[in-house]
C-alpha cells in the first residue's frame, strides 16, 4: 500500500464535524507517539510484526486526513533510540519494514512531487545501517522541493540525544570562530534542531492509553496541548483525530480567555 492515500470520503457526519472545526484553528504541526501495535497485535492474535505493519497503515491513513482538514506539518515516533533494546528478533522486523517502506517512497518520488509531499527522516541515523542511511539519504533529497506538506519521521530518534547534538553543534560554531559564545540561544538551537524549518508542534497526540513523553519532542512541544487517547494506533480512525482536534480548540479557546481575564484583572 501507498504513501499517498486516496482522498478520503467523508461520511455526511465526518464532512459536517470536519466543516466545524476548520471554522477554528487548525494545529499546524501535529506530532504523533504512534504507540499500541504490538497490543494490538496480541489481541488479534497476530506476530507482532503485523501490528507494525498495519501501524504503516494506519499512519498513511492519517497522513491523508491531515492534509485534508488543513493539517501541515505532521512529526510521527517511529522509532527509538530505546527500541534498540527490544528483542533481536523484533528490532531487525521494524529495520527491514522502515527498508521497505523507504523504498517504496523513493519509488514513488513522482506521486509525492504531484501532492507537493516532503518526508524527512530525523534521529541519529549514524545508528542505523549502512543501507538504511543510504536509502534515507536518497528519500530525503527526492522530496527536498516539496512544499505543500511535510512528514518528519523520527526514527533512531529520542530528544535528548537531539538536543545534545544541538547544543554540540552550537559548541563546535563557537570553537571555529563562527559565532560566540552569547549567539548561543533558543533560536541558534531551534536551528539546529533535526526539525529545524517546521513551526513548533501545537498538538502532540499519544495513542494507547500511555501517558508519558517519552522522549519525543521535548524542546519543540514546550507549548503544545497534549492530547492522551485510549486507542491503539492500528485502529486509529478519522474520529480519533477529529476528536484530537476539538480537544486542541476547545483547551486554545479556554487558554486564551484565561489569558484575557490575567490581563484585564
Ligand atoms: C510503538 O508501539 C510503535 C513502534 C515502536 C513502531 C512504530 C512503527 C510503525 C508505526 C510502522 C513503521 C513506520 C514507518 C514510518 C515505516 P509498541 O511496539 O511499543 O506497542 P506496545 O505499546 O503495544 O508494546
New binding site residues.
Partial sequence: MSWVREEYKFSWLERFFSSMLRCGKIPQHLAII???????A?QNKVE?IQ???Q??E??ANTLQWCRQLGIHTVT?????IE?FKRDKEEVEN?LQ??RE??QMLISEEEKLKEHGIRVKVIGNLKLLPEDIQQLISTANKVTIDNNKFTLN?A?SYTSREEITSAMRESVKMVERGEISQQDIDVQLLDNLMYTSGSPPVDLLLRT?G?VRLSDFMLWQASSSITYFTQV??PDFKFYHLLLAVFYYQRNMYLFGKLRKKECVE
Fill in positions: 504512534m504507540d499500541g501495535n504490538r497490543r494490538y496480541k507482532k501490528g507494525h505493519s501501524g504503516f494506519s499512519l510521527v515516533y517511529a522509532f527509538s527500541n521494524i519494514l522502515f517502506k523507504i519521521v526514527f494507547s500511555e491503539l494506533w
